[in-house]
């Protein structure tokens, strides 16, 4: 009876994909991600474009503009939304019971880096036919380098949205994500290069994982430039949270 139940138990990789799933289906269906992830991209996308109010340096404004927006979708799956909704999850228990699982912490971690992925990946089919239609016309060869520092801007945002929601109370992650996505989008090199901002303010932003993902992704996706430094940024900063995180990190409140 023992070894049949144990052949039919469910593999690592199994129990991975089938959470994955469920975080997936869980973010998409949620209102207030699915907002912040898809639907205020598009119209932050559709606002740039149509108008010139916010400054984009030379170039086409689609082509200056879906690079950036492509970074906001970013910061807005990989660390708004895992941030609330990880947040709300350990208030309520849910990490708790899920760690104590066969799935194991481990694998829930990993579950929901997969989720953020595939979340990612929609939103870029989705801004990118966007901005296809508007007329964006990308830099085809650049496409390898924009997918490594969406990998790394994942990563550090991830590892960023974590630290903050084992840290904080779900009401202050709910706040506090939010305000960060605020204040991302306005000065943060997301949507405006960090060489576009004002006074002193663009050699900082520079070193923030907002400005190295918006500068990387604008360089590959406008001239097929490779940008190490961005990738360094983005890497110190992702290796510097995920330490923090898995030493802070409180399963339950």
């Not at 019971?97 to 595939?118: D, E, F, H, I, T």
């Amino acid at each position: 009876m023992s070894t049949t139940t144990s052949s039919r138990a469910a593999t690592v990789p199994r129990r991975v994909a089938a959470q994955a799933r469920f975080e997936t289906l869980t973010m998409l269906r949620n209102g207030e991600q699915l907002l912040v992830a898809v639907v205020l991209p598009a119209m932050v996308l559709a606002g740039l474009v149509a108008t010139s109010f916010v400054p984009l340096g030379p170039g086409r404004r689609v082509d200056l503009a879906v690079p950036g927006v492509l970074a906001l979708c970013v910061i807005s799956s990989a660390f708004t939304g895992v941030a609330i909704q990880t947040g709300f999850d350990r208030r309520y228990g849910v990490l708790r019971l899920l760690g104590a699982s066969p799935l194991g912490r481990s694998g829930l971690l990993a579950a929901k880096a997969v989720a953020v992925l595939c979340v990612v990946a929609l939103q870029f089919a989705v801004i990118g036919g966007l901005g296809l239609a508007l007329g964006w016309e990308p830099q085809w060869t650049g496409i390898p380098a924009a997918l490594v520092s969406a990998l790394l801007g994942t990563w550090a945002f991830v590892a960023l949205a974590l630290l903050l929601a084992g840290t904080v109370r779900a009401e202050g992650v709910l706040a506090l994500a939010n305000l960060v996505w605020v204040l991302l989008l306005a000065m943060g090199g997301v949507v405006v290069a960090s060489s576009e901002l004002p006074g002193t303010l663009g050699p900082i932003v520079e070193l923030l994982p907002s400005g190295a993902l918006g500068d990387s992704l604008r360089a590959a996706l406008l001239h097929g430039q490779v940008r190490v430094g961005e990738w360094l940024v983005m890497l110190v900063w992702a290796v510097a949270a995920s330490v923090l995180a898995s030493r802070l990190f409180r399963w339950s409140d």
